[in-house]
């Protein structure tokens, strides 16, 4: 039985954090096992927006180099830079020629950043993205090639199944609880990177929000920092949730973020340890690099040939 292919990527701006780890990479461990599964730098989406040109392909390696170092196996999983594959923006060309535009109006994203800037400030990419997006799904999706036809309007393809993360999976600021721990939230005290230093760790637990409820619990709408807190320790100790419950059920954040510390600090470390070492070998990076696009390449330029044809030329 051909094994189901999955696709996914992390863009290579900022620093990888908390977040991108439990809510995307952690789980690529587990999936490279029992899918064919591809795992992508997304650079080409990290220049809609201004960006330091010094700095794009220097965050792509390091992104990279993460992937490897939280346990994504080159032997089981083709990790590539998506600009190394020249075939998702040939795909995203021919795709645009027959996106309707008002499909692409309707993204509220796009009209705020565009009202605010307006017209002539924001490029064209900002609108269109979506589209590259899709490339990115569709040329690897693209398993059975006999299903694939081409008619005026629209391009049909294998439609892709999402899947669907495990629940907790979502970590939210350290900072306000509320909104997600994100690579653009402005502070930085927001969100634990993944290379943080112990002492950058330490400091920013001691110092993010909490409540002034008595004990600790999971799934109280008035405590989303609690919520929040107790789902990372225990993503990051890998207990259940019933265990976390009842071992911080009657804890203080006087005795809760000391725990916490020492278990993010305890499982980040290795993962420290392995980056530096891929990050202090830069040809065995570039030759995972280099092969992984080069199997991604051989599926991509597949269907690319395929849609060409479809599409009459
Ligand atoms: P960011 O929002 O930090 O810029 P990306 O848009 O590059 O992150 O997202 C990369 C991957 O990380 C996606 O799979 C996304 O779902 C996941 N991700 C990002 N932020 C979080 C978060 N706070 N919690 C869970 N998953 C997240
Ligand atoms: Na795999």
Not at 28 to 48: C, G, M, P, R
Request: proline content about 5%; some cysteine.
């Amino acid at each position: 039985p051909v094994k189901k292919r999955i696709v996914s990527g992390v863009q290579p701006t900022g620093s990888i954090h908390l977040g991108n780890y439990l809510g995307a990479i952690k789980n690529w461990i587990d999936l490279q096992n029992a899918y064919d599964t591809l795992f992508f730098i997304v650079d080409l989406h990290a220049i809609t927006l201004p960006y330091d040109t010094q700095q794009l392909s220097k965050a792509t390696k390091e992104t990279a180099a993460i992937y490897l170092a939280c346990g994504v196996d080159p032997s089981k999983a083709s990790v590539f830079v998506q600009s190394h594959v020249r075939a998702h923006v040939e795909l995203m060309w021919l795709l645009s020629s027959t996106t309707p535009i008002g499909w692409l109006n309707r993204m509220i994203q796009f009209k705020e950043k565009s009202l605010k800037a307006g017209d002539e400030n924001v490029g064209v990419a900002l609108l269109t993205y979506p589209v590259l997006m899709a490339s990115d799904i569709l040329l690897y999706q693209l398993l059975m090639v006999s299903n694939f036809c081409y008619r005026r309007g629209g391009a049909i393809f294998k439609v892709p199944e999402p899947l669907i993360p495990p629940a907790g999976a979502r970590v939210m600021s350290l900072t306000d609880g509320l909104s997600k721990m994100s690579k653009s939230a402005p502070s930085d005290q927001s969100r634990i990177n993944l290379l943080d230093p112990k002492d950058v760790v330490n400091n920013k637990i001691k110092r993010c929000k909490t409540d002034s409820f008595p004990g600790l619990e999971f799934d109280n709408s008035e405590r989303p920092e609690c919520n929040n807190l107790l789902s990372i320790y225990q993503l990051v100790t890998g207990k259940t949730k019933q265990e976390v419950a009842e071992e911080c059920r009657d804890m203080n954040w006087g005795t809760f973020k000391p725990v916490l510390t020492d278990a993010l600090i305890a499982h980040l470390h290795p993962i420290q340890v392995r980056y530096g070492e891929i990050m202090s070998d830069a040809s065995y990076l570039d030759s995972v690099l280099a092969e992984g696009a080069r199997k991604a390449a051989d599926i991509a330029d597949n269907t690319l040939k395929n849609v060409y044809q479809a599409m009459g030329f």
